[in-house]
């Protein structure tokens, strides 16, 4: 049995009136700031800040964890009068979820495609040990170890250090000697 077309133009009809109230309110011409007025090619640097910031008053807030590195609050590091002698930890505490570069060098006798070769392989052991650790070569023996969460920077040194290959490496300004070095068995004697 076909149905009368009154009853199929129904959920039409029903659609163009919620559509017609639901419509955007629109400012009048006389009604918009000054700098909404303008041509969209000729908006500064201001008004576009303005502009996003009218488009994020609504939005909810981010959580801690998504927020940009600079934005996020500092990590409360608790301190232990007891604990006084140990300087590398509280750094490290004060570097949880914080971006932190090391400086890694390796020993001059290496060519440098043996240290792009070396340096790689440590990249890989860290990973294997659950520290991510990203690298970028500067120089023929030297690169970068970026670590998204800095406290894991002071576990990646320790292991480090214990590679033959390593000459040096930095961190927080602070130089570690690998332990195969000269200057390392020197201070050692």
């Known amino acids: 049995?076909?149905?009368p077309a009154v009853l199929r133009?129904?959920?039409?009809?029903?659609?163009?009136?919620l559509v017609s109230f639901s419509s955007p309110k629109k400012f009048e011409e006389e009604d918009k700031?000054?700098?909404a007025k303008k041509d969209i090619r000729d908006y500064s640097d201001?008004?576009?800040?303005?502009?996003?910031e009218q488009w994020d008053e609504d939005e909810e807030p981010l959580p801690e964890d998504?927020?940009?590195e600079h934005?996020?609050?500092q990590p409360q590091v608790h301190f232990d009068p007891s604990?006084?002698?140990d300087p590398e930890n509280l750094l490290k505490m004060s570097k949880k979820g914080r971006t932190l570069m090391m400086f890694v060098q390796v020993k001059d006798d290496l060519s440098p495609s043996e240290a792009e070769e070396v340096t790689k392989l440590w990249q890989s052991s860290l990973f294997n040990s659950h520290i991510q650790a990203e690298r970028y070569m500067v120089d023929e023996r030297r690169a970068i170890f970026m670590f998204k969460d800095g406290s894991?920077?002071?576990?990646a040194k320790d292991f480090l250090l214990e590679q033959k290959d390593l000459r040096e490496c930095s961190v927080e300004n602070k130089v570690y000697h690998g332990y195969y070095t000269p200057e390392v068995r020197m201070s050692s004697w």
């Open 1 to 3: 049995m076909a149905r």
């Open 9 to 17: 133009a129904l959920p039409l009809l029903f659609l163009l009136f």
């Open 33 to 35: 700031p000054a700098w």
């Open 46 to 52: 201001a008004d576009l800040e303005r502009l996003l």
């Open 66 to 68: 998504e927020l940009p």
């Open 71 to 73: 934005l996020r609050p």
């Open 83 to 85: 604990n006084i002698g």
């Open 152 to 155: 894991q920077a002071w576990e």
